[in-house]
């Protein structure tokens, strides 16, 4: 006994009922601790889900927008095609041979013969009677007939 009065000897200001209850104010605070930890943990989890939610709703739209790109080229293609096609189409129409079939088979037309052409002779009318002028007038008259008998000539 006198082993055990001299531990207690070592602690004077604590009593037998103080060294043998557990600290209170500790546990407390290891529960607090462990409890704001988890809620921090909990916390980031949740902000990182958030995030990884945004970045696949952003890559959802990316892809929803590739795919109307490529609906939208194929779509041009056809269109490109169909132009083409139609070009195609109207440049057989606008030529002149056809035009000349359609025109002998649909509407039974034929070249004029000799005797079915008939020549019209335009003479320009003298305006007034100025002498400038009418001499104006027929110095222009002798430069288209010039240049009317040298393109014949081609």
Do not use: C, H
Request: proline share 3%.
């Amino acid at each position: 006994m006198l082993v055990a009065k001299k531990d207690l000897s070592y602690y004077p200001n604590q009593t037998e009922t103080e060294q043998s209850k557990p600290k209170k104010r500790s546990r407390k605070k290891k529960k607090y601790n462990k409890s704001s930890y988890k809620l921090g943990i909990m916390g980031i989890t949740i902000i990182g889900l958030i995030l990884s939610l945004f970045i696949l709703y952003r890559y959802v739209n990316i892809t929803k927008i590739g795919v109307e790109i490529t609906e939208l080229e194929k779509q041009k293609a056809e269109l490109e095609k169909e132009k083409d096609d139609l070009t195609a189409q109207l440049e057989s129409i606008k030529s002149s041979s056809k035009i000349q079939e359609d025109a002998e088979i649909k509407l039974g037309m034929d070249y004029p013969t000799e005797e079915q052409i008939v020549y019209v002779d335009v003479k320009q009318p003298i305006l007034s009677d100025d002498t400038e002028s009418t001499r104006e007038l027929s110095i222009i008259g002798q430069f288209k007939n010039i240049v009317t008998s040298v393109l014949r000539l081609f």
